[in-house]
């Protein structure tokens, strides 16, 4: 089993910064990579930034930051400039491999944390 766990969201006020953390643990053998993604209300679950090829979305090009710690298992997300549309729910996932020297690769994802941003 592989579980991620996340922390870091809460209620900031506009132009104001949070770090987003996600450890993940369990039966791993490696991991391809960590990313996040994130969930407003009515809307669909969009990607933030992805840490195989660090990719982020415009929305938040330039404000939010990625980076990983490969001997922790932990992907972090430094959000700056924090908007109130950056209001959701923020999701990260891990792309693993449980068994060596196989292809397969599972994603797994963390619970969520509820990230607020008012006006």
């Known amino acids: 089993q592989v579980q991620l766990v996340e922390s870091g969201g809460g209620l900031v006020q506009a132009g104001g910064s949070l770090i987003l953390s996600c450890a993940a643990s369990g039966s791993i053998f490696s991991i391809n990579a960590m990313g996040w993604y994130r969930q407003a209300p009515g809307k669909q679950r969009e990607l933030v930034a992805s840490?195989?090829?660090?990719n982020y979305a415009d929305s938040v090009k330039g404000r939010f930051t990625i980076s990983r710690d490969n001997a922790k298992n932990t992907v972090y997300l430094q959000m700056n400039s924090l908007k109130p549309e950056d209001t959701a729910v923020y999701y990260c996932?891990?792309?693993?491999?449980?068994?060596?020297?196989?292809?397969?690769?599972?994603?797994?994802w963390g619970q969520g944390t509820q990230v607020t941003v008012s006006s």
């Open positions: 996932h891990a792309d693993v491999v449980l068994v060596p020297h196989t292809p397969r690769v599972y994603r797994y």
């Open positions: 840490g195989g090829s660090t």
